[in-house]
Structure formats: C-alpha cells, structure tokens
C-alpha cells in the first residue's frame, strides 16, 4: 500500500524553526520528484519546493528561499524540509507529493495528508 505520511508540525512563533518529515512506504522514492507543497486558511493548494528523484537538484519558491531547505534520504524513503525563520503568513498545512519520473512510475503521483504549521506569537 502507497503511503506518504508527514510529520514534524506544530505551533511556533515567529522567526522560530520547524522540520517537517514526509515518510514514503509501499513505492521507491528515489523514482519520484518530491515536493512540498502548502495550503494556507481560504488560499489554493501552492508549490513550496521541490527535490530531484537524485536528491541532486532542488527548486523553491521566492517567498522560501534562503529560509526553507528541501532534502531527501533516499535510503530512509524520507523527505524533508527545514523551515527557519518563520512568518506569520507560512501558516499552512503542508503536504508532500511524490510524482514519477522514471519511465515504470512516470505518471504516477501521491501526496500524503499533511501537517498542520501555526505560526503565531
């Protein structure tokens, strides 16, 4: 059975650190991208970062950078994101998806049920 299953969210106050950890079973994930994805209270679902299935390549969105670090074990099956200096506005819960790249899992995506990130003084 396909599971991605997140954990590491809470409650923290502004310009405090979190990290999030998105364990992967019944599939290989090192044949997928994985990104981080977040909903905020009444937005769209939106892009946070994203991982090569190498762990080699790593992309992220300009309201992250320099504060947000994406990684992967792929040994683990484990994704993560290292989230520091947080805003009020990162409250979100975030999710992690895996997509398939290789030509077996192309098409393929999953996405775990998320974890809910407070932000608050």
């Known amino acids: 059975q396909v599971q991605l299953v997140e954990s590491g969210g809470g409650l923290v106050q502004p310009g405090g650190s979190l990290r999030l950890s998105c364990a992967a079973s019944?599939?290989?994930?090192?044949?997928?991208?994985m990104s981080w994805y977040r909903q905020g209270p009444g937005k769209e679902r939106e892009l946070v970062a994203s991982i090569s299935n190498a762990g080699d390549s790593t992309n992220y969105r300009d309201f992250v950078k320099g504060r947000f670090t994406i990684s992967r074990d792929n040994a683990k099956n484990t994704l993560y994101l290292q989230m520091n200096n947080l805003k009020p506005e990162d409250t979100a819960v975030y999710y992690c998806?895996?997509?398939?790249?290789?030509?077996?899992?192309?098409?393929?995506?999953?996405w775990g049920q998320g974890t809910q990130v407070t932000v608050s003084s």
């Open positions: 019944g599939f290989t994930s090192s044949s997928y991208v």
């Open positions: 998806k895996a997509a398939g790249v290789t030509r077996s899992t192309r098409g393929y995506a999953y």
